[in-house]
């Protein structure tokens, strides 16, 4: 079993600025693709960005394309979601998500993924 827990969000003025971290323990960190999905009120859940398992390769929705990045640091198992220039539809529930991955391939659907953290809020004013 894998256990994802996030942190980060918060409140934010349009244009700012927030990292989400997701600390995961219960299984060895670096066979694991990860990904972060967003759920707005009243809409399904949304790809956002993914990494592999490396991090030599990242994959992000775009709607965020240049704006969020995605990381991860193996020694400490734990991967970030770095969000400039957010904008009030960024708002969102922000779900961190592991699923194995034997070929190294970044993973963009939900059903690849097997494990689900509880979700942080990201609320940006206008």
């Known amino acids: 079993q894998v256990q994802l827990v996030e942190s980060g969000g918060g409140l934010v003025q349009a244009g700012g600025s927030l990292r989400l971290s997701c600390a995961a323990s219960?299984?060895?960190?670096?066979?694991?693709?990860m990904g972060w999905f967003r759920q707005a009120p009243g809409k399904e859940r949304a790809f956002v960005i993914a990494?592999?398992?490396?991090?030599?390769?990242?994959y992000c929705a775009d709607s965020v394309k240049g704006r969020f990045t995605i990381s991860r640091d193996n020694a400490k198992n734990t991967v970030y979601l770095q969000m400039n220039s957010l904008k009030p539809e960024d708002t969102a529930v922000y779900y961190c998500?592991?699923?194995?991955?034997?070929?190294?391939?970044?993973?963009?659907?939900?059903?690849?993924?097997?494990?689900w953290g509880q979700g942080t809020q990201v609320t940006v004013s206008s």
């Open positions: 998500a592991a699923g194995s991955s034997w070929s190294g391939a970044v993973l963009t659907f939900p059903y690849e993924y097997s494990h």
């Open positions: 219960g299984r060895t960190f670096d066979s694991l693709g």
């Open positions: 990494i592999n398992k490396s991090g030599s390769g990242t």
